[in-house]
């Protein structure tokens, strides 16, 4: 109200009453608020940097420093890790596919043992676990199979060769046929060394009729015996053989002349 007793509409404020004594100017603003700012809040007290409270902290601090460091690098090495297995792998699986391609390649142009498809793979420096799962996946497919290839040359060897059985064994065992199966290969193959003697060599004595006859039997042994035939067998085959060559020249004069024993 103003002096009138007539209220001027403005708002007052009741006198502040001090407490503690003294007197309060409401009137008048703090500092801060006369340049248009809320005024500061007090500084927080300073630790003292060489008191233990203060060691503690910066030791505490380090320590989580040294943690988050060599989490971090750990992580790096794996990532370094990671990608190195990575490029490991991709060069991996691609020596492995230059030396599937290498035995298919031998594959197609002659058959081959287990043991001779294994020596293909380890020209190109696989590991032994590779090579047992390159070697049990043709297997399985059919492309090497030691049995099949052991009666091959069992059955190739003595009807277009005329190759004996001791020969026979000796292309197996070269050709790294397990004892096993070269065995039962041969127990299949009939046992007339005697007859596949003769018509070996009823096919080589016409060229030898006009040999000395010591000197053509013993051309016509050292054959057998590269044929894998030895001992009686030879003897009487290339006698015989021989024989016949001396009988059937035609018409020519034969230097072999074989007469039978009694």
């Known amino acids: 109200m103003n002096g009138t007793g007539q209220d001027d509409g403005r708002e007052h404020l009741a006198p502040v009453i001090p407490i503690f004594g003294g007197s309060v ?48 690098n750990a992580a ?21 596919e230059r030396a599937e391609e290498a035995l298919v390649r031998k594959l197609r142009s002659k058959a081959l043992s287990v043991a001779e498809s294994r020596a293909v793979l ?16 043709f297997s399985d497919r ?24 001791v020969a026979l064994a000796r292309v197996l065992s070269q050709r ?13 193959l009939p046992d007339d060394d005697a007859e596949r003697a ?20 013993r051309r016509l042994l050292g054959q057998l015996a590269r044929r894998g035939y030895g001992g009686s067998v030879a003897m009487n085959a290339a006698r015989a053989a021989l024989r016949e060559a001396g009988r059937g020249a035609s018409g020519a004069r034969s230097g072999v002349r074989f007469v039978d024993s009694e």
Request: negative net charge; glycine residues 6%.
């Open 176 to 188: 790294g046929i397990p004892r096993d199966i070269a065995e039962e290969a041969l127990s299949e």
């Open 25 to 72: 100017d409401v009137g008048r603003p703090t500092a801060g608020a006369e340049r248009g700012r809320p005024a500061r809040e007090p500084a927080a007290p300073q630790l003292d940097e060489t008191s233990p409270a203060a060691r503690a902290a910066a030791a505490l601090d380090h320590a989580e420093r040294t943690v988050a460091l060599r989490a971090l």
């Open 76 to 96: 790096h090495a794996r990532d370094a890790r990671d990608d190195a297995r990575e490029s490991m792998d991709e060069e991996s699986v691609k020596l492995r």
């Open 198 to 217: 003769l018509e070996f060599a009823r096919s080589k004595a016409p060229g030898m009729t006009r040999l000395e006859p010591d000197t053509a039997l």
């Open 142 to 165: 059919g492309y090497i199979d030691d049995r099949t290839l052991a009666e091959l040359l069992v059955t190739s060897g003595a009807e277009r060769k005329g190759q004996g059985r």
């Open 122 to 137: 380890r020209e190109h420096d696989l590991e032994r676990e590779t090579i047992d799962e390159i070697i049990d996946e």
